[in-house]
């Protein structure tokens, strides 16, 4: 399992745009095979910052959506709107907290 964070900042007065765009989109991404599940976080002091987090069962998957047809849809429309390049990690959980409190 691996998890991508991507780190986006958009124009002010794109942000509600981009809301309600990913509101159209969210189900394909979440759905799409190998994504075990995906959050959008929004900054609480900078509303134009969002934030993406997915779960991937492995690199290949993750990879397979940046190379498909809904991230071919969707990355042309919402790079336009950006204020900021881009940032983006993938990492691997050292310890997760979450789990244990789970159980």
């Known amino acids: 399992m691996i ?31 190998g994504c075990a599940g995906m959050q959008l976080l929004q900054d609480q002091a900078n509303p134009c910052v969002v934030f993406t987090y997915s779960q991937w069962d492995d690199e290949q998957d993750l990879e397979n959506y940046r190379l498909s047809k809904t991230f071919g849809e969707i990355w042309p429309q919402i790079k336009p709107w950006f204020a900021k390049s881009a940032e983006a990690w993938t990492v691997a959980a050292v310890y997760d907290g979450f789990s244990l409190k789970k159980g």
């Open 3 to 33: 998890t991508r964070i991507v780190k986006l900042e958009f124009q002010q007065e794109r942000i509600g745009q981009f809301l309600s765009f990913f509101e159209t989109i969210k189900d394909k991404v979440n759905n799409f095979p």
